[in-house]
Structures are given as C-alpha cells and as structure tokens.
C-alpha cells in the first residue's frame, strides 16, 4: 500500500512537472497568439476604448447593465443582402427564409421579414409568432420532426408554402388532416444524403425510401407536393462542399422526373453555410487549451464562403441544370440560420470576481454556459472593452452558475484583467439566446443598434419577478405570497 | 481514384456487415435488459396503466398536457426526514440547506422550508427569492463564485447565516462592503481537497492557501468568521467516500484550532450525495448504445448511501470528533441537491412522431435536451404509461429540437411504441427544470401530488404569449403588434 501510494505520488510529481514545463513553453509563444481583427465586426480601438460604429462600448454597459447582446442592425440587414443577390445571367435569386429556432428575436425576424426574408419554423410556438409577424404564408416553411396536430391543422388551413415531410408516417396524418379539413396541403419532402444529417430526419436518397415517399405523396388528392427540402447539418464552409451538396440534389431531382414525371416548383437546399469567424474546436484543441493553456487559433475568415458567393452558386448551378434539362425554374429556397445572424450580435459580459492561481488566473464573469454554452466548443473571438498597458496573462474564463463544467475559454490570453473589467464576446448571433436557460441568473436585455444609429431595447433581462411569474405560490396557509 | 472509391466502399460495406451482425447479437441479450422496479417511485401497472399512488397517470397528461412534471410532495417530505434524522447518541443532528439551483420551484421550496430546511442560494435573484419566502436569515447559506454587489449589500444586511468565500479577494471586497455598511457580515471559508472540484471555487487545503485566508479573515473587524465549508462537487456513492471526505475536514479543523485557535461555529459539508436511481454514463456505455444498442445497465440504489445513513454518519463522525477534542459542538449544515428532490419527481413526455429505421426505430418526443439534458449522459429509468402486448423493439428516443444531438436515449427497449404513447421519465427532480431552454418549445407545466392527494398546479406552462413577453415588438412602422 505505501509501496502503491509513493509510486502514485511520484507519478503525480513527474506529471506535474512535465506540464508546468510544456505550459511555460507553450505559453510563451501562446501568449502572442494571433487574434482576428476588431474590423471585421466595425469595431476598433479609440484610444483605450473597444468603439462599435463610433459608440464606446462601455457606455452601453453603464446604460443598460450587464450582461448584454448588442444587435448591429446593418449587418443584420447586409448579410441578408449578401443572400438576396442575384448571380450575374440570372433573373431570380435565393428566397432566404430564416431559421427562427437560431437567435430567437422577434424584432430580428421583423428587421429581415421587411428586407423580404421569409420564416422557417420547427415548431407550433414559431409558427405563431411567423404569423403574428404578419409573414404571408407563402413565405412560411415548416420543419421539424415533432409537429403538433395543432400547428398542422394551423399550417393547412393558412396554405404555408411547404410542410416538409421527414417520414411516411408524417404524410399520412398530414393527408388524413387535410382530408379532414376539407383542404390542400402544400408539401414537401425532406431528403438525406449520407454527407449529412440523417437519423430522424428525412428520407435517404440512397435506398430508394425517398423516392418511395414521393410516389406515396403524389397520389394523395389530398397533397400538393411542391417542395424538395434537403438541408446539410454539417457545416458547409467552401465551394466544394456547397456543389456536392448541389450535384446531389440535383441527381435526384433527374431521378424524380425520370421515375414519378415529377418536378419541384420549389428547391429547398436548407442551410448550414458556416459564420466566417467561428468554428468548432477539436478535442484536441479543447484539451490542449485545458492542459497546457495552448490557445486555439483563430478561424481563416477569408477562406469561408461567403453568403453571396453561396447565393451566387446556387442560383447559377440550379438555374443551369434546370434550363439544361428544359425543366420550368424552380423557387430556390434557402434557410440560413448563423450564417444570417451569428456575427450581427455580440454579447458584453463584466468580471465578477477573479482568483490568481499558479499559471493562470480564472476570471469569473457574468455569463458562463448558461448564457453562451457553444462557446465552450466553438471558437468565438474575445476581445476586453478596455486595453490596459497591464501585462498579458492567461485567463481560464468561466461563468457564475457554480459548477466546475461552466468553463468558457479554458486558456484565454488578454491584459491582466480586474474585477468590473468587460469583454466583448463575439458572434452571439446564433445559439447563445436559443440554447440560453434561467439557471440561477436572468436572462440578458438585448440592445439594437439600429442603421440610424438610435440604440433600442428590442428584449428585456429577465427580472425577478418574471422567473417567479408562472410559479404558485403560497403552497401551504401562513407562508407569504 | 476510382480504386479508392472501390476500396472506401468495401470498408464501408464491411464495416456495415460487422455493425449489423453485432447488433444482432447484441440487441438478442439486451432486449432482455434489467430496469428498475416501478416501486422505487410508488409506481405500479394497474392492469395496463402505470399509476402513481394509485393514480393512472395518463389521466394526469389528458388533463393537464404533454410534457409535464409531476411532484411527489410525500417523497420529497420523506426525503427531507431523512437527513434530518438524528444519530443515535446524539442530540443534535445535520441542519439541511436545500441548493436551490438543482430544482428551482418556489413551491417545492416552501414545502422543504416547512419542514425546516433552510435555503443555499448561488447568486441575487436566489438569495431574493429566499428573503420572499420568508426564510430566516439564520437558515440562508450563500454560496457561488459571482456574487454581485447588490446582493452582498443585501445578504450583509440582512446577516443570513454565512456567506461563503472563495478567495482572498472577495474576503476584502466583503470586509470592505460590511465596513461601509457598519454591519459585521458572518462569514465561511471556502475549502478544497484535491479529491474535489477546484478551480474558481474555495481554498486549497494542502497548499496552504486556505489556512492564509482564515488567518486574514480572522484579522478582519467587520468579519464574523463562523463556517468552515467544504463541498465535495464530486458525487458521493458511499461511506467511504463520505467518510474520506469528514477526515480531509476535520484534519483541518484540527489545524484551524492548532495554528489560528479559531474552531468553527458551523460546519458546512457541502453536498454531493447521489441520487440511488441515477447514476452517470460512461463514454464507453453511451458508444456501445450509439453503435451497437446495447442499453446500459441500471445503477444498483441498494448500494447508494441513503439520506438516512448519510446524516448518521455526518452526525456521528463531526460530533464524536468535537467531542473527543474538546470543541464546543458546531451546527453542522448539508446542502443536499440532488439526493433531496432527484427522485421526488419525474416527467411525462408523449412520442409525436415515428421513424422505422433497420434496427430500431426513432421515437421522436416532445421533450428532448431542451428539458432533459441530463438524460443523454446519466441513466434515468423510463416506463411507458400502457403496457401493450406489442413486441420489444429498440428505440431510439430523441427530442423535438431539430437537431442530431437532441437524442435523450441512444437504445431503450420497449413495446414497439407508436404515436401519442407517453413515457415516464424518472428523476426530474435535479437539473431538469434548472438546465431547460426555451429552445422553439414553451418549458412545461409541474403539477404536485400533495401528501393529501391533490393535484395542485404548481408552475403553469410557458404559453406563447409568455415567450415573447419580454420582447419589443413592431420595431418599424407599419408592422403588426
């Protein structure tokens, strides 16, 4: 047992003793590592101060508390452009439908249903608020595996441009409903490749049961199939990936003309194009940060396919193949999700407290997991609010909900940073508010920085109240309400 | 090329081939697999329906919707009782101080407040809601690594039991803030032990830093040092563990007297204590699930300490060791989460949609990790509400969310499940409610069961209206409210 003991204590020792070497080794040329620019958000340093368009970041701060999203309403309104332009030999575009689930915010989803952006909803509750918004049916799109006989009923009655169909079972309650309702159903269905996501959603190609489910679909009366839905998963990043996702959709389309005399009036080629300046971290990377406080480095944002040079690609191959063929055009559908919204938001967060260890010091904010959980495997750029001419320090920045997993950048390097010190954490534009929860700490107040450069409270923080508000109280006679 | 094409496709085809016949094997042996008796939960099948307390539980869901959880208030006083039992021998036993994070329902708080428990609380909004239902001060533990000002100002003021200190430089903030106040605020130290969590939370012991930090609290004027607090984080399975963890505690309070003849007034051992039915998966398990649908197998509950001997063992251990040392004896605190309301309550989730697959099938519920992230990576028993005579088949249990890791249960073997079936998922009662989203879905209602048998709705279900309610609608002219 001693004999165990001091070998296990040994081994400790020399495993201690190689990591503080290979982190002093590491670090030193961590602590240079390269950042992505504050350009690339219209942000830059005015003297010590991180300025956004002009606008001292702090001053939001002090304003409307923290922590905070700060919406940039012309990026927001850019990038959608970016989807909305027509390649060069072409008359019609991409239709851009917004996946509502990504950065749920109904003043966005008014700001991009004004430029002529549709919705693409995953569920009853998103298909509410599409139609509280006023967005006409015809630029409503419905997905999702789990949906509500209520919101199909809501869907066929107000004629939305396409229900899309992830198995046979969903076409015939969707039939059984719209017979039911004395109506047409506008459809389409979901198809996988095996390069993308598959498991509950849509029909593979490769075994025939997509082709299968078309047959079954367009001999129900009842069905309008319009639509061919295939949406990636996997991130696409290059023009590469962007054509074979194309190629293959398009082999189908052949496929379903050649076998069922049957062409999509719309092409749905769903979403997935990446946000330039984010991407996910390997284990390794992840490890490597926890180890040995090596920094990952930074995503390549010119060598991300742009949204127009997406936009440009679909138009031109589909229109191509489809004149080729001598097929009508098709509507081309898109639904963007981070690569519309992600980097048109940003998120303020304040150092609540911070503890000095050996080679690192944890910076406690106030936003961890709760509020930012992808960015615990997702680089996303982070740059402080002020630049002190204070030493660089390696900082493990975590968040407040008292748990040791709520680790947001295991080994971030910036000037030593001090209590009350904010950061500017960035791209929180997809997946922040979606995935955020109310664990101990409200939800933020999301800021709008509109075109005209007016500052809007598009979302309250939660306030106390509001997390008590659907609670009974008052349980048992003599305790207070 | 086309050599490395061939070559990719035999790979595939054999790595198919051996999946396939494994599976085979596999699913054969485990489509027998073992679960967890109904009556752990007061559940039984009456006839076909499984019923709680007598109850058919799918009068509960037609009544008052899909999902829900249920509350078992008899358990949950149960539960309490159990820690508060009393060592034999000994006068006074454990003072337990529910975490609030782990299951935040005010109701469920005021019924544990009822029966004396008091309120461990990580940030303002706890410590608010603690202070709203009337919890005594003396019965309010504040803990957590991001401790705002206003809360400290309040919890100072109001001179709640401890707070509890997790570095040197939140020691001089809180001296600085009683001493502006002209209060003396009543104070614990924060230790740790290298079998526990670290990082930004508490002092280690072994390096001498916790010990540096009394003796600077002790030199504070405005500060009454009162607790010495030591939460494991880690799980507690057994007495061995627990007992471990006693000794690291009171081998330093033996120091704390020796070096600083200071002896703790209260004796905060943290919490940690498992919940017996749960326990958590391994990387190795959730593969063999994914790939080869073997379920893994369920915890053994009779070999998980129990409240019961957990607090005699607490109890017995501090008290006979004060004793044997002439200490005046301390309060001694708990600050069960898990282990206090875990099992005190479970969900109900209703299957929307069905995908048949070669070897399983996807049950597509309307909860997924929106409201049950725990379940992907802990075992947490699953009853269907009928039992049909249908035969077993594996599942593939995910969630609504529109995405691939929204998966709940990798391989759970059931009677083949159709649409509309309900499914109890057991054990709620911990990091369900507190991790949820409002992820394109409301979060659920929670009705309790009362001691009396009604049925009381303690949280009403999100409603849409809700989820927007805190938005700033028709940011442009001209767009609907």
Wanted: charged residues 20%.
């Amino acid at each position: 047992m001693l004999k165990f003991t001091a070998h296990k204590r040994l081994k400790s020792e020399l495993k201690t003793f190689i990591k503080a070497a290979g982190q002093q080794w590491l670090s030193t040329a961590a602590a240079q590592n390269p950042r992505l620019s504050p350009e690339l958000w219209q942000l830059e340093y005015v003297g010590n101060e991180l300025a956004f368009r002009g606008r001292a970041l702090s001053s939001l701060l002090s304003k409307w508390g923290t922590p905070l999203h700060i919406v940039d309403e012309a990026k927001l309104i850019s990038n959608l452009e970016s989807f909305q332009k027509v390649a060069d030999g072409f008359e019609d575009g991409l239709e851009v439908f917004y996946s509502y689930k990504t950065n749920p915010l109904p003043w966005v989803f008014e700001v991009l249903h004004q430029q002529g952006a549709g919705a693409e909803v995953i569920s009853e509750y998103e298909l509410w608020l599409a139609l509280k918004l006023g967005v006409p049916a015809d630029k409503i799109i419905y997905n999702g595996p789990a949906k509500s006989q209520a919101s199909l009923e809501a869907a066929i009655d107000k004629n939305i441009l396409s229900i899309n169909i992830n198995n046979a079972e969903e076409l015939d309650r969707i039939s059984a409903l719209a017979a039911a309702l004395g109506k047409t159903a506008r459809v389409g269905i979901r198809v996988t490749s095996a390069a993308g996501w598959t498991g509950q959603f849509g029909l593979p190609v490769e075994t025939g049961a997509a082709l299968e489910v078309f047959r079954q679909a367009l001999a129900q009366p009842e069905l309008s199939v319009t639509t061919l839905h295939c949406h990636r998963g996997n991130l696409i990043y290059d023009e590469d990936t962007l054509q074979s996702h194309l190629h293959f959709l398009l082999k189908f389309v052949d496929e379903l003309k050649e076998k069922l005399n049957w062409i999509p009036a719309v092409l749905d080629v769903g979403g997935s194009l990446a946000t330039p300046t984010v991407r996910y971290l390997s284990k390794k990377e992840i490890k490597l940060a926890t180890t040995f406080l090596v920094p990952p480095s930074p995503p390549e944002p010119q060598s991300v396919l742009t949204p127009q040079a997406y936009a440009e690609t679909v138009v031109r191959v589909v229109r191509s193949h489809f004149q080729q063929q001598g097929y009508p055009q098709p509507r081309i559908v898109s639904e963007p999700g981070r690569s519309l919204t992600g980097n048109s938001q940003f998120m303020l967060t304040t150092v609540q407290n911070l503890k000095h260890d050996a080679s690192f010091d944890f910076a406690v904010l106030d936003a961890g997991i709760n509020l930012a959980s992808c960015v615990a495997s997702e680089y996303h750029e982070v740059f402080p609010l002020q630049l002190k001419s204070a030493p660089m320090r390696c900082h493990r920045l975590v968040g407040p909900i008292c748990h040791m997993g709520d680790t947001l950048y295991m080994a971030s390097y910036l000037p030593q940073l001090e209590r009350q010190d904010a950061l500017a954490i960035m791209d929180s534009g997809a997946y922040f508010i979606a995935d955020a929860t109310s664990f101990a700490f409200s939800q933020p107040a999301v800021v709008a920085i509109t075109t005209s450069g007016q500052e809007v409270l598009i979302r309250k923080a939660e306030s106390f109240d509001h997390l008590v508000s659907l609670d009974h109280f008052a349980a048992k006679e003599g305790q207070p309400s």
